[in-house]
């Protein structure tokens, strides 16, 4: 099993980066998807996820209308679309699979990848 998170950056405040998150050797359409994120000194916290087939969608509150969470199934790969970055976005940013229900706890999710940094700059 292999998550493979690219996408991060340095980026200005008030400015966009979009996340991928290549998965392999399991199967991809039957796992909701998840993207965390951890900034120094702080715990991992929930970003957003999807479920399987795309339907539903959660999102943290601090990213709600910002972020935007999809997947591309025949590519194996779940994507973050973020906007209107803010410093405080800063993190490192992980994307997990999750065989059962979508939640916002990490440590039910069976799969993670290595991160990618976002910078965001005042």
């Known amino acids: 099993v292999q998550l493979q998170a690219s996408g991060g950056g340095l980026v200005q405040a008030g400015g966009s980066l979009r996340l991928s998150c290549a998965a392999s050797?399991?199967?991809?359409?039957?796992?909701?998807m998840g993207w965390f994120r951890q900034a120094p000194g702080k715990e991992r916290e929930f970003a957003a996820s999807?479920?399987?087939?795309?339907?539903?969608?959660d999102y943290a509150d601090s990213v709600k209308g910002r972020f935007t969470i999809s997947r591309d199934n025949a590519k194996n790969t779940v994507y973050l679309q973020m906007n209107s970055l803010k410093p405080e976005d800063t993190a490192v940013y992980y994307c997990a699979a999750i065989r059962g229900g979508l939640t916002r706890r990490a440590y039910v999710y069976n799969f993670w990848g290595q991160g990618t940094q976002v910078t965001v700059s005042s």
């Open positions: 999807i479920t399987g087939s795309g339907t539903n969608l």
């Open positions: 050797g399991f199967t991809f359409s039957n796992y909701g």
